[in-house]
């Protein structure tokens, strides 16, 4: 049994998420912004915590992070405007990865984006830059930190039925279903091979467990 923190806990990543590891015996706290969000939250089995972690500052994440065995990311802005996009996807993750840190949390799961690297190549006068430039720095921030960190990096999301099936290797576009990713997110916290890794995917023909097992580093 683990005791696992989703921030984002109200996303639909993290709505498939949570009953997954619930399922298997695990202690999940989802937290959320949105007092409306509790009932829908706590019908998956987790345990609602309202925080604003937009604007909780390191010592405030590290409250919500304490006693926790594992932190999984997988909160954004959602498409709002770039200063949100920064201080939600750049500057609260980093914050949460600090907080991880103070707090004596080091397993860490990065919810991210096939693509996201420093020289992603999104123009600037497009609408995806921001977020992009946003999953950059948090990414790099993690893999420089103390923390036993896993990124995740699905190629475009679908609400299609979950497969259980992903490609590492050569992913194409990496389209993979969201309940997938879930999937994914829940194999790499039972598997330490995946610590210090980014594993980028999409649906393929490999059994998830298995996939994740053999990603190249």
Same mark, same amino acid.
């Given at each position: 049994m683990s005791r696992v923190l989703?921030?984002?806990?109200?996303?639909?990543?993290?709505?498939?998420?949570?009953?997954?590891?619930?399922? *298997?015996?695990?202690? &999940?706290?989802? &937290?959320i912004r949105n007092p409306d969000h509790q009932d829908e939250v706590a019908a998956t089995g987790a345990?609602?915590?309202?925080?604003?972690?937009?604007?909780?500052?390191?010592?405030?994440?590290?409250? &919500?992070?304490?006693?926790?065995?594992?932190?999984?990311w997988s909160a954004g802005a959602g498409g709002g405007s770039p200063e949100r996009t920064y201080a939600v996807d750049r500057d609260a993750a980093i914050r949460s990865m600090e907080a991880a840190r103070t707090a004596g949390?080091?397993?860490?799961?990065?919810?991210?984006?096939?693509? %996201?690297?420093?020289?992603?190549?999104?123009?600037?006068?497009?609408?995806?830059?921001?977020?992009?430039?946003?999953? %950059?720095?948090?990414d790099e921030h993690l893999r420089a930190s103390a923390l036993d960190y896993t990124i995740l990096q699905p190629g475009p999301l679908t609400m299609d039925d979950p497969t259980g099936l992903i490609e590492v290797v050569n992913p194409g576009d990496g389209r993979v279903?969201?309940?997938? &990713?879930?999937?994914?997110?829940a194999a790499v916290l039972a598997d330490d091979s995946t610590v210090g890794r980014?594993?980028?995917?999409?649906?393929? *023909?490999?059994?998830?467990?298995?996939?994740v097992a053999v990603t190249q580093a």
């Open positions: 989703i921030i984002g806990g109200h996303g639909k990543i993290a709505l498939r998420l949570a009953p997954l590891l619930v399922e *298997r015996g695990d202690v &999940v706290t989802s &937290v345990i609602p915590l309202i925080a604003d972690v937009e604007h909780l500052d390191t010592d405030g994440l590290a409250t &919500v992070v304490e006693g926790q065995d594992a932190v999984v949390v080091a397993r860490y799961v990065m919810v991210s984006y096939l693509g %996201a690297q420093p020289d992603h190549g999104v123009p600037e006068d497009n609408s995806f830059f921001a977020y992009a430039e946003a999953k %950059a720095a948090a279903s969201r309940a997938d &990713v879930a999937a994914v997110a980014t594993i980028p995917f999409g649906n393929g *023909r490999t059994p998830i467990a298995q996939a």
